[in-house]
């Protein structure tokens, strides 16, 4: 089964809005890391926070961490249409260090 | 050029042929991963590797066997090609890290290999 569970699966706002993506995770981690997947592309690094940070910021991303509750959240402010891809969250499993994916959030940004 | 290149990037093939994807990178990184994409299903780990002597199935192994014939070669095998292998694969790299950077790094991904089983 997945690590992680991204809601929702799909989002559709208007280029401006802010879009916000959340990640839910079962296990303990190292870190929380965010990916962009244009379509049928490869996936393209956005952004890592660590287990023992609260919230991160670059550019127009803000990632926050709730290793209590095990979820993390994306917000991109500001959105353009070429915003427009599928979003990831994949953890860095504690014990072995591998990284697993969770199911993603397609995101759609209306010009 | 890019730093994580996988090729084939598509192929198409019968059930029962053996197929092999290749991924190569210039990245000088210790660890490689093989994923496999279905829609609905995000990205799981098929195998990975943390140096060349090191082997590790992931969460999805039966049906695949793979080969890091270099630190810069990580291949990818499917011995008999079945249709629900059809799938989008991407191979992945890593670096180690040193002291607080350890074991934190980012994953840098290939363009993907496009593989349908008929």
């Known amino acids: 089964s997945q690590q992680g569970e991204e809601d929702p699966q799909a989002l559709s706002i208007q280029e401006g809005e802010n879009a916000t993506m959340n990640c839910s995770y079962k296990t303990s981690i190292n870190n929380l890391q965010w990916y962009r997947q244009n379509s049928g592309r490869g996936l393209v690094h956005l952004i890592l926070?660590?287990?023992?940070?609260r919230e991160k910021h670059s550019g127009r991303l803000r990632v926050t961490l709730d290793t209590s509750k095990k979820s993390s959240s994306l917000l991109i402010t500001a959105s353009r249409a070429a915003d427009t891809a599928s979003y990831f969250c994949a953890t860095r499993d504690k014990g072995t260090y591998k990284y697993i994916f969770g199911t993603g959030t397609r995101l759609k940004v209306l010009a | 050029d890019a730093d994580v290149t996988q090729t084939p990037r598509n192929r198409i093939t019968k059930t029962g042929k053996r197929i092999m994807l290749e991924c190569s990178q210039t990245k000088g990184h210790d660890r490689m991963y093989w994923y496999r994409q279905d829609p609905g299903l995000g990205l799981r780990l098929i195998y990975y590797s943390f140096d060349v002597k090191d082997i590790n199935k992931g969460e999805i192994s039966d049906g695949y066997s793979v080969s890091r014939q270099a630190q810069a070669k990580f291949s990818l095998s499917l011995e008999s090609a079945i249709p629900n292998q059809t799938a989008l694969y991407f191979c992945?790299?890593?670096?180690?890290?040193?002291?607080?950077?350890?074991?934190?790094?980012?994953?840098?991904f290939g363009e993907g290999s496009r593989l349908t089983v008929l």
């Open positions: 926070i660590r287990s023992n940070e």
């Open positions: 992945a790299t890593s670096d180690i890290g040193q002291g607080e950077l350890a074991n934190t790094g980012e994953l840098f």
